[in-house]
């Protein structure tokens, strides 16, 4: 291994094993829905980051869901949204979630929220719950955590360097995509897309915050002219001047450190709040480990994968966990299970050479893989976060 790469690995392990990373979820479910095409059946496993699809797809109404995440603060926060649902009313629910902050809650947290988590979680939040606290420069819970303090960073340079946060006020109420373009452009680009910050963001410690790790900013530089910077920008531009803004939850909450009623995700919605509390929420169970260790020890069988973008922080150094891991999903997937995941890269060439055995035959993933290409393409163009690269779909076909 290259000093770079174990210099980088440390930094991000360091990271991730230390913080919250993700306190919102950075992947879209409205695509997730489409692609997935659940039924009442269906069980998936899925990496839980910050909870928020995993909810969104209990909304839908399979029958059970396996959220699994190896950081145990991405499932304390899982786990305190759930009770939050269970014992909170909806306006309470929707200040702490949905504002990121709450008057009392130190006293909403110890009379009704501690008392329901398990042991992990409860001592998470009794030393974090100020992440909720309105005062303060990080007066969000969604300036909080790796990605959060990242987004503050971020907002201090739009209020305090470039001095633009009137126009990326009137971008975010923006009612047409002319409207927006005009800002962007006129407004917005050069004012903020400095040297520096180019030279910023295309640093490994600057992307660590907000969970990119080495190889998948290799994946990137791979094959996009202008590397991980412009990479990073042309994205930017594609949401804020190319794509609706109105109901773009993902990057209002990180340039205003809230959601809207009106823009939020499905579960911060008063009605799927009731659904939720009247049943669903017992078909999610949670599991901390790494994916390849619940599925493991898990003896039923799985219909539906979402993996993310995880298999690119495998995909060099670490490839025979990534062995690992598709070998436990071929062993526990239906025959018509589904895969989603997702590459900070352009294309994903080292998933298919992987090998597993099927009833003691040694078989390519590639070979077991019926991939839905065009359908792939078709979402991975109205992605409101548009950060990946790439977007797949793929059935295991082992019958």
């Known amino acids: 291994m290259l000093r770079g790469d174990w210099l980088s690995g440390r930094w991000f392990s360091f990271v991730h094993g ?5 306190n919102t979820c950075w992947e879209d479910p409205r695509l997730d829905r489409v692609a997935l ?46 009770v939050a649902i269970r014992n909170l009313d909806f ?11 709450l008057r009392n809650y130190r006293t909403v947290y110890q009379n009704y929220l501690r008392p329901s988590l398990g042991a992990t979680a409860a001592e998470y939040w009794d030393r974090h719950i100020a992440f909720f606290d309105p005062g303060g420069w990080r007066n969000s819970f969604y300036f909080h955590g790796s990605s959060g303090t990242f987004a503050r960073l971020a907002n201090f340079y739009i209020d305090r360097i470039a001095r633009v946060r009137d126009a990326v006020s009137r971008l975010l109420a923006a009612t047409t995509l002319d409207e927006q373009q005009s800002i962007y452009f006129g407004e917005l680009r ?35 002219e202008g590397g991980i910077a412009k990479y990073i920008e042309d994205c930017v ?3 804020f001047a190319c794509l609706p803004i109105w109901d773009n ?13 009106s823009c939020c995700p499905e579960y911060l919605k008063e009605d799927n709040f009731h659904r939720l509390r009247n049943g669903l929420l ?12 619940f599925l493991d020890n898990h003896d039923g069988k799985i219909s539906r994968f979402v993996l993310l973008d995880h298999m690119d922080w495998l995909s060099t150094f670490r490839h025979a966990e990534l062995e690992r891991e598709w070998q436990a999903i071929v062993n526990r997937a239906t025959p018509d ?23 003691g035959r040694c078989y390519r993933v590639g070979d077991l893989l019926r991939y839905h290409q065009d359908l792939a393409a078709e979402l991975h163009a109205k992605d409101r976060v548009h950060t990946y690269g790439s977007f797949y779909i793929a059935d295991l076909a082992l019958a």
């Open 337 to 359: 299970a589904r895969i989603l995941w997702r590459s900070g890269g352009l294309k994903v060439e080292y998933v298919d050479p992987i090998k597993v055995e099927v009833e």
């Open 91 to 101: 306006e309470t629910f929707f200040e702490m979630f949905g504002r990121g902050r």
């Open 18 to 22: 230390n913080n919250l990373v993700y």
């Open 237 to 239: 531009e594609a949401v």
């Open 282 to 293: 017992d078909r999610i169970s949670i599991h901390t480990g790494s994916l390849q260790q």
């Open 249 to 261: 939850y993902f990057w209002r909450v990180y340039l205003t450190g809230e959601y809207s009623r």
């Open 190 to 224: 050069d004012a903020v897309w400095k040297r520096f910050i180019r030279w910023m963001i295309g640093r490994d410690t600057t992307l660590s915050f907000v969970g990119v790790p080495r190889p998948q900013r290799q994946q990137v530089e791979r094959y996009y």
């Open 37 to 82: 095409d659940l039924g009442p059946d269906d069980t998936i496993a899925v990496i839980t980051s910050a909870g928020c699809n995993v909810l969104d797809y209990a909304l839908v109404g399979p029958r059970h869901i396996y959220a699994v995440d190896m950081n145990p603060r991405q499932n304390a926060l899982l786990e305190l949204k759930i």
